[in-house]
């Protein structure tokens, strides 16, 4: 399958720079799967297609100010990191810029000498393995020195770096925002249960696929990044009983459905279980966990639009984002939303 198969004319002005005010305020395009129609309604529509009996799953990772500028220990230049997940203890794996000044054994300073990283290895794809040193606690360091690190298509500056963090954000780790889920508020997610819909937690931190694009023409060929995930025995037995039951499981984003599609037997059980994930879902894949997908739009060309033509079709999904274009959705972490039913 030609990676020019997932392709699509999008204008740039769709490309949405900054959120709503109000978080449930986006559009809501619903695709059936089945028939390949689709519908345009409000987000808070959503109430209209989760059933008592349905379970809706959500990642809960929370977004690091990943994103630190320092300097070069012994010439002074100008370096970048961006934190894609710890390995162990003070060592991260980590996108530099510019890479190649990074040499095994060079260090860089943040914050006139508060957290110092060496360089210890080369990673992944060309990413830098760093070693921090510091005093205190690393993470209220990083609170401090570091930013969020908003994906390279958003040119805006963010005022509110809430608003790049799902509002049942727990488990820190990620590079980026797991941004389906930045349309819910508290008070939806009430309604939603005051329905009957069970909601369930899981985690996935999403990290350097996020920001590496498919280089190859043969989708096949493509390597997909490890993530951490973590699924506990609460939402394994939520999960199983909403399975027995004839119930529905629908994933808000593409993470989520990565984490459950990963863990999920043949059988179509769930038992605890956390460890690293390079599942690549694409066209021809079957799904054993998932029964429907909430999710953004997404870029040309990427893995994340091949998760969506994977439940829903090739043809039906571009044909969605044609429409979403048409009618002027707002694309990508901060814009609207679809449903694929």
């Known amino acids: 399958m030609n990676i020019e198969d997932f392709n699509f004319a999008l204008p740039e002005e769709l490309i949405a720079q900054i959120p709503l005010e109000d978080r449930t305020s986006s559009r809501l395009l619903v695709l059936d799967k089945e028939s390949g129609d689709f519908s345009h ?19 809960d990772t929370k977004v690091l100010p990943a994103r630190l500028i320092g300097v070069k220990e012994g010439t002074g230049a100008a370096i970048e990191l961006l934190l894609l997940k710890q390995l162990e203890g003070d060592q991260w794996e980590t996108l530099v810029k ?21 360089c210890v290895g080369i990673g992944e794809q060309g990413s830098r393995i760093m070693e921090f040193s510091y005093s205190g606690i690393f993470y209220e360091l990083l609170d401090e020195l570091g930013d969020m690190p908003l ?18 954000a727990k488990e820190r780790g990620s590079a980026a925002a ?8 508290k008070e939806l997610l009430d309604q939603l249960r005051q329905k009957g819909v069970e909601i369930a937690f899981i985690t996935l931190h999403v990290g ?34 909403v399975k027995a039951s004839g119930g529905r499981i629908i994933t808000v984003g593409t993470t989520s459905t990565r984490t459950l599609e990963t863990i999920v037997d043949n059988q179509g059980k769930f038992q605890p279980a956390s460890g690293w994930t390079d599942i690549f879902i694409y066209p021809g894949y079957t799904f054993k966990a ?35 274009v048409k009618e002027r959705y707002r694309f990508f972490s901060f814009g609207d939303a679809m449903l694929i039913k």
């Open 208 to 241: 350097l696929g996020t920001f590496r694009p498919v280089s190859v023409d043969s989708i096949e060929e493509h390597d997909m990044h490890r993530e951490f995930y973590r699924l506990n025995d609460e939402t394994a037995q939520k999960l199983n009983a």
């Open 290 to 324: 998932v029964d429907a997908l909430l999710t953004n739009f997404h870029l040309p060309k990427s893995t994340l639009i091949m998760l969506v033509s994977a439940m829903a079709g090739r043809e039906a999904t571009l044909a969605a984002y044609e429409e979403a």
């Open 41 to 59: 309604r409000s987000f808070l529509g959503i109430l209209d297609y989760l059933h008592e009996g349905d379970c809706l799953v959500l990642n």
């Open 178 to 185: 797991p941004t389906a889920g930045l349309h819910f508020t």
């Open 98 to 118: 510019p890479a190649k000044r990074l040499k095994v054994g060079t260090a860089v300073v943040f914050g006139e000498g508060l957290l110092r990283a060496t």
């Open 151 to 168: 994906p390279p298509y958003i040119k805006e500056k963010l005022d509110d770096q809430d608003r790049y963090q799902t509002v049942f």
